[in-house]
């Protein structure tokens, strides 16, 4: 029985990998587009939907195998915002994000079989300071294309921290995985030492 991360999220591997979990990944084949045309203004459900789509894609195609899922979805002021398309995209969210409260929610599934096991979504605030759109280029000048897979155009555990003026929620929600609960949900299956 193997673990499988379904995702090409590299800070999603480097959590996992840094938690001492054994896992391989697998990219998902899901229909993101789909699913998020039928969950227009609702985070919450569609990052869980999104998460599950992918655990259990993966999991029919790996018998016995158990999958883990995950997405994050951001909203500013009830806008939600997709990855961008371009650095002249990012600063244009970025410039949007100034002086805003953002909404920030992660979803992981456990997947076996292509049945849903166990769930968990959790939720962050992150408060953007004002950002001068000089500000917002020497960013870019350091980010661009490492933030291009971002949700937020921004990567906590670097330059993105000097975006915020506060951050309310758990460090991993924001990464893009709630890497507690879903340690606490391996260990329950005895995926990972106890
Ligand atoms: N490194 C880093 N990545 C972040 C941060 N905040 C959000 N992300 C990433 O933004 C991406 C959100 O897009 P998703 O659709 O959830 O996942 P993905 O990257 O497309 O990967 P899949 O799981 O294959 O769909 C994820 O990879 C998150 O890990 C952060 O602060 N740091």
Request: proline fraction near 3%.
């Amino acid at each position: 029985m193997t673990l499988i991360l379904a995702s090409s999220s590299a800070i999603r591997r480097a959590l996992l990998e840094q938690a001492g979990v054994s896992f391989r990944v697998e990219r998902p084949d899901v229909d993101e587009a789909r699913i998020e045309a039928t969950h227009a203004g609702h985070d919450f459900e569609l990052a869980l939907s999104l998460a599950e789509a992918k655990a259990a894609e993966v999991s029919t195609r790996h018998s016995g195998d158990w999958v883990i899922g995950g997405d994050s979805v951001v909203s500013v002021e009830g806008r939600r915002f997709m990855k961008p398309r371009d650095r002249d995209d990012a600063a244009d969210h970025l410039l949007h994000f100034s002086g805003k409260a953002m909404r920030l929610v992660s979803a992981v599934a456990l997947a076996r079989n292509g049945e849903l096991e166990w769930n968990h979504i959790s939720d962050a605030v992150l408060h953007f300071r004002p950002l001068s759109e000089e500000f917002i280029q020497a960013y870019l000048d350091a980010e661009w294309p490492d933030v291009s897979y971002c949700v937020g155009v921004f990567r906590m555990e670097g330059l993105g921290v000097t975006l915020f003026d506060e951050v309310e929620g758990d460090h991993f929600t924001i990464l893009g995985l709630p890497l507690l609960p879903l340690l606490g949900a391996l260990r329950e299956r005895g995926l990972m030492a106890s």
